[in-house]
Each structure stands twice: as C-alpha cells, then as structure tokens.
C-alpha cells in the first residue's frame, strides 16, 4: 500500500445495527521503501482505527481492510498463501491458516477468485488486445495454437470482438468527457487485476481500485505500479500441456505520482471515504450480489455532486437473487437492462449514455471460447435517492 492511500480510506468494520464504522485510519510501518519523493510502498505493516481498535494487515504490500479478517483469510487462502509468509500472517489466526493451507487442492476447472487459471482468464481479458495481431498464417497469435491447425471460429470470434468490450467502451465515453472537464478521481469497485486503468490514465488524475481477490490486487500492483509480486503470467493454450500452458508477455509498469493503488476490501463493508470521487466504475458485479439494488447507492454515496456512475453486467442472476429483485420492481419492467436502469434511477442517477449489447469474451483455452452479451450505461449523480 502507499502512504499516500491513506487518506482515502476508513474503517469497514460494521457495528451493531450493520452501520461502518468509517473512521479515519491510522498506519503503522514495519517495512517501506521510498518510490517518490514523498510516497512510500509499505510492504508490512498494519491500518489501526483509533475509534474502534480495529486492525487490519498490510501483507507484502496488499492492505487487506474486511469487517471479518478471520473469514477472508482463510477462505482466501490459496492466494495468500503464494504470496505471503506464513509468519507474516497475524499470530491469532495462523494456525487456522496453515490448516486451510494444507487442504488446498488443484481442480480442473478453478471456481474460486484466488484460482490461477481464474485470474488467468482476467489477466488475457484485461491486458491482452487482438488489433495489431499479425494475420493467420504468418506466425500464432496468444489465441493460436504454436503447433497445428488453428481453429477458423475463435480465430474470427477474437479479431473481430476481442476489443470491443466494456473497456473500450468506457475508455470512449471518458475520453470524449475528459476534453471539457477537469481530469476525474476515479474509484473502480470489483477492478480484478487492473487492467482498466491503463486505458484511463491518460484522462484521469487519481486512481483506487478495489476488489475482494488478495491474488488479483497483488497482480494489479505489480502490474500497474512496479512493486515485487511472485506472479508468472501463463495463460491456458493447448490442454494437452496443462490448464496453463503458454507464457505471455504483460509489461510492467512504475508510477512514483502515489495517486494510484489497488487493496483489497469488500463491496458490502467498503473501507472507502465517501462522497470524493467524479467516477465510480463496477463491471460485471450487480448480479453477484445477493441484493443488488445496494450496488447504485454504495455509488452514490462515494460520488462527489454531479459525479458519474458506469455500471456494466450480463446478468447472469441466480434465482433466489432474481426473485427478491421481481419483488421490488414496478410490474411493468420484465428485463434485466431496464430493471437495473430502473434502481440506479430510483437511487438518483441520470442515464447519460446507454449501451444495450457489448460483446465480453473469455477465452479459456485453444478451443473454447465464451461470449456475454453485456448491458453498460453511464449515469450522473443528480439527486437523493428514492429508495
């Protein structure tokens, strides 16, 4: 974590009644090194708050600021346990953890966001562009095999829609924004490995990401700020030779301005000051969440006035999550796109742009490709909410 993070964040922990407890926080160093003139990485460490006592670990440079540390420990343990020292974890839950440690077990297909073919997977969707690609034939392309005949369905699936995703979407409309306003504040909930960010630095003046894999905020640190992490960036080619069987090439990159970061927090106990940022951006999360309709005010409230929203999924709800969301809505919306349209407006947004169909493809390996069909829009913060 910065130093310079500091000052953004506040205490998840929740209190009786369910309310944060949002105080201010105060860091305790144990390891650091200087990377501006005035920013430190803090590789060890702690965030105290003073209000409640609270503590929360800084683990090889990820602050890790959850109402419940025991819980995300140890169900977070696979991708803790690669980067972390064990004598590094607090003292209170590592036998637990070490534990949890020796259960882990490799799967075929990884279900769990600290999974190395799941981050896998993120590491091709964010870092990994099609345009420029030299044409098939004249040497493999990363979605090509290295020996045999390539398959002509993914190979036109890919060059066709591989970069017309929410990124490029979302780069286009802050791109067009950034030429009549100041450079924005940006908070990104659920930012995995951090990949959006590089497509937005040119027009924004700050950046936190936030997301509750401890695996995916270390690789967004190394990635986007420089800073040591034990990654190798293998993504699935062939199966025959393994779930990750081919090495990619992601360069690294440094900034020493301290107005970038990534940690590691929860949406439903967010340990972020409220009402600083011009953009607040959450793809693909509405329906992961069992009450989705908190996702536009946990945005509105981190918002400045006149501050902007971009929300983007495909809607893959599960049904006791879509039957509580029926319950809610007026009986005259019977779509995803509108439904959610509807509680974002409810919770005070204006829609400003609105995109129905935006192709979302994962590759997962040389002969199998998904592809989502995701709704994104972009709205202004206009009032108090309704709900």
Known sequence: MLNTTLSSLRCPRRKKGRSRCLSPLKLHCKIQTRVGSEVFEIRSGSLECPSCTTHYPILEGVAVLVDDLRSYLLSHVKGISKRVKIDDIPKEYRREFLEARDEIESEHIE?????????????????????????????????QPLSGEPSPWIDAWVRNYWDCGPFAKIEDWISTKAKTQNPMQVIELGCGVGGLYRQLKPFISSYLGVDGSFASISMARHLGLGVPDRSSFRVPGDLLQGPLSREVSIPVETNTSGQ????????????LREGGADLCIALNTIDMLD???ELPKIQHSLLKEGGIAIQSCPYIWHEAVAKKLRKLLPKDIHDSARAVKWLYEQTGFKIEANEEHVPWLFFKHLRQIELYSVHIFMGKKSRSPNI
């Open 111 to 143: 279900e769990d966001l600290e999974a190395e073919r799941v981050n896998a997977l993120y590491l091709m969707n964010h870092f990994l562009r099609a345009k420029g690609a030299p044409a098939t034939g004249s040497g493999p392309s990363w979605w």
């Open 260 to 271: 970038v970061d990534w940690i590691v927090g929860d949406l439903d106990s967010l340990p």
């Open 291 to 293: 009450s989705p309709q």
